[in-house]
């Protein structure tokens, strides 16, 4: 017995071939419906777990019914347009990753919807499959040369056009897992691995952005850097597994003290760390530092029966601040906040330094060293 077949040539175009055999009985002529009688707990049991969504596209409405059918009753969303224009204005507002279209098709026939697509970018790759009544070799090659990755005669079983639907599914679903795997391993280049913080490269790669967007909007941008005051009396004291969870916890404070989602950090190396504050200028950077400063000094640090008592000093720069600014690179301003933070040291530690701004040491009134915005800003916050 011959295989059933997706008859969808039963509305032929004018310039199909005809058919070499006879047509089928009238009780065989729905495949679909016989495709529905036979196998429907084999077409839901291979059935994906995620639905996939498949997008139709036919100009006969006739076989975009048929298609409808099938498709859904192989466990996939439909969604259908009935020219190329259409199907380019559906992928753009939902985006499907398998597309059936029909090759002859007035205005953009659907080998020009495959260059289309594959001129676009989308979230996902598009796997998409040319149906036809032409098989003839070269009309496959001219298919395949637009871009299609199958193309399906419409004399083709409809067992073979699930199979190739599956086929289709199993390939994005390994392009959607070499994706993954890709971004898990470009997180893991750009994240320190003991305190899961972005580490130095991440830093300058995403501080040279943050600047080029600070100076091309003439925007503010703040650095701070800070480190762990007699840190290595941890390490030596208490071994380097305490000294480990110091860096851990310091980290954790420090997270939950950046509010905006635009505040980022990185570990520069060893207890240092580098804060970027996007659209913040030097007073409001002042501010942020001392909030993270206050932070880490609140309560001490547990770690099996031990608490240490840890605190932080801070050096911050801010590119408005700097005379060279249209010429300055992130490490320069890097350079300068961890300057300041080397003056914060030299001056008793457990303090911010700011460019153009006297030493914020948490001991003094604030206000009464200082008349500028950052410092009577610093004062009512230590109140």
């Known amino acids: 017995m011959n295989p059933q077949v997706v008859d969808l040539s039963a509305n032929p175009k004018s310039d199909d071939p005809a058919p070499s055999s006879p047509p089928p009985p009238a009780a065989d002529r729905d495949p679909v419906g016989n495709l529905l009688q036979e196998t429907p707990a084999t077409l839901i049991t291979q059935a994906a777990t995620k639905v ?20 859904t009753a192989a466990g996939y969303e439909v969604v259908t347009a009935r020219n190329g224009d259409a199907a380019l204005l559906s992928m753009q507002q939902e985006f499907a990753p398998i597309v059936i279209a029909e090759i002859d098709m007035p205005q953009m026939d659907g080998l020009a919807l495959c260059r289309a697509i594959r001129r676009h970018s989308y979230s996902g790759y598009v796997y998409v499959i040319l149906l036809s009544s032409k098989d003839a070799e070269g009309d496959i090659l001219r298919g395949l040369d637009a871009g299609a990755d199958d193309y399906v005669s419409k004399r083709t079983p409809t067992s073979q056009l699930v199979g190739r639907l599956r086929t289709a599914q199993r390939i994005l679903a390994l392009e959607h897992s070499l994706k993954e795997a890709l971004a898990d391993r470009e997180r893991m280049a750009m994240t ?42 941890v390490n030596d004291r208490h071994g380097h597994a305490a000294g480990d969870g110091v860096l851990k916890e310091v980290v954790r404070r420090i997270q939950q003290g950046l509010q905006r989602s635009c505040d ?67 490490e320069r301003l890097i350079d300068l906040a961890d300057q300041n933070l080397y003056k914060s040291k030299k001056s008793g530690r457990n303090r911010v330094t700011a460019i153009d701004t006297v030493d914020l040491a948490p001991t003094f009134p604030l206000a009464a060293r200082s008349n500028s915005p950052a410092q009577l800003n610093l004062a009512l916050l230590c109140r």
Request: proline content about 2%.
């Open 52 to 71: 996939t969504k498949v997008l139709l596209v036919d100009d006969d409405n006739l076989v975009l019914d048929q298609l409808e059918r099938l498709v």
């Open 192 to 233: 320190d691995v003991l305190t899961g913080a972005h580490n130095r490269r991440y830093l300058l790669q995403q501080l040279s952005h943050e600047l080029d967007c600070a100076q091309r909007l003439q925007g503010a941008l703040s650095v701070l850097v800070f480190d762990v005051d007699h840190f290595s009396l």
């Open 264 to 330: 980022w950090f990185a570990r520069l190396g060893g207890d240092e760390f580098a804060v970027v504050l996007p659209q913040t200028d030097i007073a409001g950077a002042s501010i942020v530092a001392e909030k993270l400063r206050r932070a880490v000094a609140a309560t001490p640090i547990r770690f099996d029966t031990t608490k240490v008592r840890v605190t932080i000093s801070i050096g911050a720069s801010e590119l408005g601040a700097i005379a060279e600014r249209d010429s300055i690179t992130a």
